[in-house]
């Protein structure tokens, strides 16, 4: 089976690999072979640029202008920026996961000088890709301007969208500030990118699933020193990889049953999500929907205990305090483990009256789920909202950035807009819905085959809980989570044997 492609592409103009020195950039990762070799890498690295800026004039305190021009003449051959060695962590990984690895610096398309170069050839190799990896320093509390004028690159080309279609993104941002916006930066990436139609992961559950790699660094050469930073980094690599190592195994089977649909209607009146998303999801092919709008039932605010789940257990067993027998989350806990996709989704009038809502409510209580061990480890997420415009409640973006926390897999949110009583922008959704489930079922071949070959079951890491992290020291907790994880992993296998068929047993039953 041919290896995944993932690119890495830094967005700094402060680069210090260009051209030739960006070529080498994945030979040297072959060379690293742990993770303390990679750290002596990055250190070297970080201070190989800090000395090229010293020698290049800082040492003489010339104008940066005057020593920028010097570095660039040094050809761009060694050393790493801040955002580079963010960018350089998440490759390793990815290639540790079994991919390939390429290095582009942005910088080289879109230089200083305001001239774009060679954007063909940058399109080609995004074509090549199955994902790619963006490594942005923060700038206010967003992306570059290169980094921007790469996204801009992609809306203005519809031939280039279509390509990219399902490839995946992770993110990496690093900033001066400890808060200097490095999530904004990749809540706004994502969403731009998953607007673009790509599939967007985070950062993996060893540092606990958030929006990618956050880094803390500004002068140049300190990011070494931003040890959980850069672990985010690695976590980010690890995310894309796996997930890219899923969707090529994927490739080899097909699901033998119809894709899971599960739509969850968090907000609504009158059954009006129903009314507006059913024409569109009974159209779609070999799906099995289930829809239940949980708007009719008590789903009571999570309590923030210190330890959740209760107790550690099966998937099955419903392990969240609120234990009343009317509470929704109960009563639904084994609808809520049977999707391939999820479709949380809601109606976002102007007029609220009469409009119930248990979002929030939902979202927070299904933390028991994520702590116990990232139940919707690789699923995708389609946000379905119905929005009227002007409503602006943005929970296209809201349910992005919650349940990307739940190590999923983020699709577009398909948005129906609302203008005076009329859904204004129907072919959009039909399309979006067509596309996500494409998307979803190549994800759950992919997540099933791995299961199939013995890829690990993932465990929730506790960090910031200390009482949590304690009590899974525990020698009792421990031997109940790996025989959590191990009934997980046959139950993955079950599933796997009793839904996929590989190409070819495809191919004979046909004949
Ligand atoms: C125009 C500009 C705006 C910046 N804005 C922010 C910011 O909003 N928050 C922050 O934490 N750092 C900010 N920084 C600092 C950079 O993000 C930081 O130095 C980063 O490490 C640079 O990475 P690089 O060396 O790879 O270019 C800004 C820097 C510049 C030049």
Redesign the pocket.
Known sequence: MPRPHILGL?A????ARSKAGSANLAAELDDIHNREDLDAYIEDQAQI?LDQFIDAGRAEGKAFDELYRALQKTGGLRGL??????LVAAMWEAREKGCTVEHVALADHFPANGIDVDLEALKTKLREADGFLL?S??????R?SISHKFIDMIRADSDLRDDLAGKLYAGL??????????ETTLIYQMLDLINLDLLAVGNDSDTTSQYGGT??????G??PKDEYGINTCLGTGRRIGRVAAELALGKESRLADPLRLGMWVLQDRNDEVAKMAMPFLQELDNVDLRATNLTGYRIRPCLACDICPTHVGPDQEYRCIIARRDDGMKQLHDDLLWPDVLVPALYSPRDRQGLDSVYQQFMERTRYLRRGDYVYTDRLVVPLVFEEVGANEHFDIRMMTSFIRHHTVMSKPVVGLIHNGVLINAEDVKRDLALAVRHGRRLAQGRLSAANIGADATQYNPVGYVLSAAKDKEAATMSAREQATAQRHTEMVDEAQARLVSIDEKRAIAQ
């Open positions: 830094s700094s103009l402060r680069n640029h920026s801040n955002s580079e060695v963010c490594s320093p923060v700038y206010f509390g967003d570059s941002a690093v900033g001066a500030k400890r808060n200097g916006g490095q880094a803390h660094a500004g002068d140049i300190t990011i």
